[in-house]
């Protein structure tokens, strides 16, 4: 079973960054496509950046294009999400999760096979 752990949420003003971190349990971890989705209150979970397993390539929606950027480390298990000028509307809980079936580009909730916890991001005007 593959554990996901995210960290790094908070509260920052608008304009402001985090860099959220997800460290994973397996050992095969390097062999994962890696997704961050958000789910803000009311509303789906959406997708919002993913990551091949060596790196090279990396996808994001439309709506954080250009201000938050995916990447990982293979040697920490970690996979992380540096978010740059914050809007208020980025507000909610971020999960990292884990596709093992080497899809490239996987946005969709249901290819992905396992799932942090989530933390949380607040934004305030």
């Known amino acids: 079973q593959v554990q996901l752990v995210e960290s790094g949420g908070g509260l920052v003003q608008a304009g402001g960054s985090l860099r959220l971190s997800c460290v994973a349990s397996?050992?095969?971890?390097?062999?994962?496509?890696m997704g961050w989705f958000r789910q803000a209150p009311g509303k789906e979970r959406e997708f919002v950046a993913g990551i091949s397993w060596s790196g090279g390539y990396t996808t994001y929606s439309d709506s954080v294009k250009g201000r938050f950027s995916i990447s990982r480390d293979n040697s920490q298990n970690s996979v992380y999400l540096q978010m740059n000028s914050l809007k208020p509307q980025d507000t909610a809980v971020y999960y990292c999760?884990?596709?093992?079936?080497?899809?490239?580009?996987?946005?969709?909730?249901?290819?992905?096979?396992?799932w942090g916890q989530g933390t949380q991001v607040t934004v305030s005007s």
């Open positions: 397996a050992r095969t971890f390097s062999n994962f496509f």
């Open positions: 999760a884990a596709d093992p079936s080497r899809r490239l580009g996987t946005r969709s909730l249901t290819e992905y096979d396992y």
